[in-house]
T-cell receptor
Framework: GDSVTQMEGPVTLSEEAFLTINCTYT??????LFWYVQYPGEGLQLLLK?????DKGSNKGFEATYRKETTSFHLEKGSVQVSDSAVYFC????????????FGAGTRLFVKA | GAVVSQHPSWVICKSGTSVKIECRSL??????MFWYRQFPKQSLMLMAT?????????EQGVEKDKFLINHASLTLSTLTVTSAHPEDSSFYIC?????????????FGPGTRLTVL
């Protein structure tokens, strides 16, 4: 079945450092890919998405490119802020799966001032 | 944007009682709603897919008699945890899929934290 694998955390960075959180997936069809963010004590928020190969999703300085050849969707940000501290989930959804969302394990990010 | 609400946002109940959680799409019609549970510091695990007017489809390992799902209208799905026990304590999250807006458009509710004493 479909699955998502993302790098284990926690990831601890200093403010203004470069962030990469790796994500790879396996899917039977052509999924849409997502990054969700969950801030402490809050619900899940969609951060960005990409629906086809080579698409780049971006939002709030975060970017991720849908790489079909490497089945990856790595999340990057050039300069993190303390307010970016949260848990980040990579996820996929596809029609053959009834559009249910499959989540990765989540990566906790701590950004120090 | 589209909003999904959940009620209650948190609930504490005694072991053996049943708890109902509501998931509503506030400004759109959702033909499909999904229910997830999230244990502390873990990922979201899909419990079931709920389609309006039909029986829910449960994921492997999820007890359908324990987690009753009803999707009576295009804006409301309910999850009832029957005879709750402490191991059912978790964060329950629903999402709603918008038909026709795009194959990948889903909106998540804020979640319901259930604590069973």
């Amino acid at each position: 079945g479909d699955s998502v694998t993302q790098m284990e955390g926690p990831v601890t960075l200093s403010e203004e450092a470069f962030l990469t959180i790796n994500c790879t997936y396996t899917a039977t069809g052509y999924p849409s890919l997502f990054w969700y963010v969950q801030y402490p004590g809050e619900g899940l928020q969609l951060l960005l998405k990409a629906t086809k190969a080579d698409d780049k999703g971006s939002n709030k300085g975060f970017e991720a490119t849908y790489r079909k050849e490497t089945t990856s969707f790595h999340l990057e940000k050039g300069s993190v802020q303390v307010s970016d501290s949260a848990v980040y989930f990579c996820a996929l959804s596809e029609a053959t799966g009834g559009f249910k969302t499959i989540f990765g394990a989540g990566t906790r990010l701590f950004v120090k001032a | 944007g589209a909003v999904v609400s959940q009620h209650p946002s948190w609930v504490i109940c005694k072991s053996g009682t049943s708890v109902k959680i509501e998931c509503r799409s506030l400004d759109f019609q959702a033909t499909t709603m999904f229910w997830y549970r999230q244990f502390p510091k873990q990922s979201l695990m899909l419990m079931a897919t709920s389609n309006e007017g039909s029986k829910a489809t449960y994921e492997q390992g999820v007890e359908k008699d324990k987690f009753l799902i009803n999707h009576a209208s295009l804006t409301l799905s309910t999850l009832t945890v029957t005879s709750a026990h402490p191991e059912d304590s978790s964060f329950y999250i629903c999402s709603a899929r918008v038909e026709g807006v795009g194959p990948d458009t889903q909106y998540f509710g804020p979640g319901t934290r259930l604590t069973v004493l």
